[in-house]
């Protein structure tokens, strides 16, 4: 059975905190992705992984970073929370080539207060 | 860029009826997916659909991929309280290589009444 699992449901913290939001897969899939979803603007793309320590920004990268020392994990760092980054923040993992599906984790809800 | 439009935003059905979502691109379309999202909770992936003309069920929901491959509708049969939710669509975008980088309609919001 698929999973893909991120290590908060729900998280809240402070203006200026260092926050760390992760995501683990156990499908060996190449490619990871977070995205972000907000009422009215949909899901936008902040960065990606096609490998292991391999990354590239996607649509909405400013204010956060990446990691990605094993295949299967997959970390979102905000250096300093903001409250415009209060979101619903979504994992989600595909294997190599168009033929494969992509699959989401529960997703992190985070206010930042 | 690519986008993609789902329609309509939001739909309020009564229990046992048929309707349909669709989701148009403005470009050729190599791979669509579909998704349910139940509030606050994360996507589920429902279909996904590569080929001109390719159609796919999954129980009570069909999903169908037109021939010129740009647009995608999803029909559920006979809903129910438990098809309520958030369906989205989404789509390889047309300069993502193999990285499978999606971009994603706005979602249509189905509500089921009893």
């Known amino acids: 059975d698929v999973k893909v699992t991120q290590s908060s449901r729900y998280l809240v913290k402070r203006t200026g905190e260092k926050v760390f939001l992760e995501c683990v897969q156990d499908?060996?899939?190449?490619?990871m992705f977070w995205y972000r979803q907000d009422p009215g603007l949909g899901l936008r793309l902040i960065y990606f992984s096609y490998d292991v320590k391999m990354k590239e920004k996607g649509d909405i990268p400013e204010g956060y970073s990446v990691s990605r020392e094993k295949k299967e994990r997959f970390s979102l760092i905000l250096e300093s929370a903001s409250t415009n980054q209060t979101s619903m923040y979504l994992c989600?993992?595909?294997?190599?080539?168009?033929?494969?599906?992509?699959?989401f984790g529960p997703g992190t809800r985070l206010t930042v207060t | 860029s690519q986008e993609l439009e789902q329609s309509p935003q939001s739909l309020i059905v009564q229990e046992g009826k048929n309707l349909t979502i669709n989701c148009t691109s403005s470009k050729t379309l190599y791979g669509l997916y579909w998704y349910k999202q139940k509030y606050g909770e994360g996507l589920i992936f429902l279909m996904m659909l590569q080929k001109g003309g390719e159609e796919k069920s999954h129980e009570k929901i069909t999903a169908k991929l037109d021939e010129k491959k740009q647009q995608s509708s999803l029909h559920i049969t006979a809903s129910q309280p438990s098809h309520a939710g958030i369906y989205l669509c989404?789509?390889?975008?047309?300069?993502?290589?193999?990285?499978?980088?999606?971009?994603f309609g706005q979602g249509t919001t189905l509500q089921v009444k009893p």
């Open positions: 989404g789509a390889i975008g047309s300069g993502s290589g193999n990285t499978g980088k999606l971009i």
């Open positions: 989600a993992t595909r294997g190599w080539g168009r033929t494969y599906e992509q699959y």
């Open positions: 499908m060996d899939h190449e490619n």
